[in-house]
């Protein structure tokens, strides 16, 4: 299994940013993938979970109607637009997979098995 975000970098208040996170190892089928932002000194923070298995994908609160998860299924690739970003949203930006075939919390760090390395994301004010 292997994960690799990439599309990170330098944008301001107010900008926008597509990161994308390159996927192989596994299907979508059985698998989630979770979007995570690790702030300096703070927890590592679920962002968004693409589900293709329950066609649902799930938001937190502060990314709500601002990040959207999409996916090319060929291309195995999940995708984080971000949009309307504040400095608050800086931090490093992390993909992971967790089987779905069994009852998950799609935010929460702990339950996920694989990781990529990440991607910096920096959003000046």
């Known amino acids: 299994v292997q994960l690799v975000e990439s599309g990170g970098g330098l944008v301001r208040h107010g900008g926008s940013l597509r990161l994308s996170c390159a996927a192989s190892?596994?299907?979508?089928?059985?698998?989630?993938v979770g979007w995570f932002r690790q702030a300096p000194g703070k927890e590592r923070e679920g962002i968004g979970c693409?589900?293709?298995?329950?066609?649902?994908?799930v938001y937190a609160d502060s990314v709500k109607g601002r990040f959207t998860i999409s996916s090319d299924n060929a291309k195995k690739m999940v995708f984080l637009e971000m949009n309307n970003l504040k400095p608050e949203d800086s931090g490093i930006y992390l993909c992971a997979a967790v089987s779905n075939r069994a009852e998950f919390s799609p935010l929460r760090a702990g339950v996920y098995n694989y990781w990529g390395q990440g991607t910096q994301v920096t959003v000046s004010s």
């Open positions: 190892g596994f299907s979508f089928d059985d698998h989630a």
């Open positions: 693409f589900n293709d298995y329950e066609h649902n994908n």
